[in-house]
């Protein structure tokens, strides 16, 4: 079978886009590895990590800033509410709106989860020089933003 050829500038697109997916996956798998070891998972952790630096947060908005839907983070919260993590507290004037934040037992794990995960971001990201580190965050947020946006 013969192997699809594309010009110059579609290889150049797909060689990227194929070390970018594949950096971002196995440095996330690194870099996440541990939170396991606190029986938590990944969409758990992100929504301990928002409460801990933003603090209470309704359900909608912890979902804009972990990048899921609000339907999906129903079960996460429950879980972690059940687990005595975090507290959703309905609003008395509006009742479809819950607050949600973390108990002491959330903010004591969380804030030992993150010191750690912190250590293994510094340690990850020590491959790359300070302005390295500046230029893949600027791409990064380049890419974030869309070619479509940049048009307008």
């Not at 309704?58 to 005595?84: F, H, P, W």
Request: charged share 25%; glycine share 6%; with cysteine.
């Amino acid at each position: 079978m013969k192997r699809k050829t594309y010009g110059e500038s579609e290889e150049r697109v797909l060689q990227t886009f194929v070390k970018l997916l594949r950096g971002t996956d196995s440095f996330t798998t690194r870099t996440h590895k541990h939170i396991a070891e606190f029986n938590l998972s990944l969409s758990q952790f992100q929504v301990l990590e928002v409460l801990y630096h933003l603090g209470t947060l309704c359900q909608k908005e912890i979902a804009s800033k972990v990048l899921k839907t609000s339907g999906n983070l129903t079960t996460v919260i429950e879980n972690l509410s059940k687990r005595n993590l975090v507290v959703r507290q309905q609003d008395e004037d509006d009742r479809r709106y819950y607050s949600i934040r973390l108990t002491p037992q959330g903010d004591e794990l969380i804030t030992k989860v993150f010191s750690e995960h912190l250590e293994i971001l510094v340690s990850e990201m020590s491959v790359l020089s300070n302005e390295e580190q500046e230029q893949l965050g600027n791409l990064c947020k380049k890419l974030g933003v869309g070619a479509t946006k940049q048009l307008v």
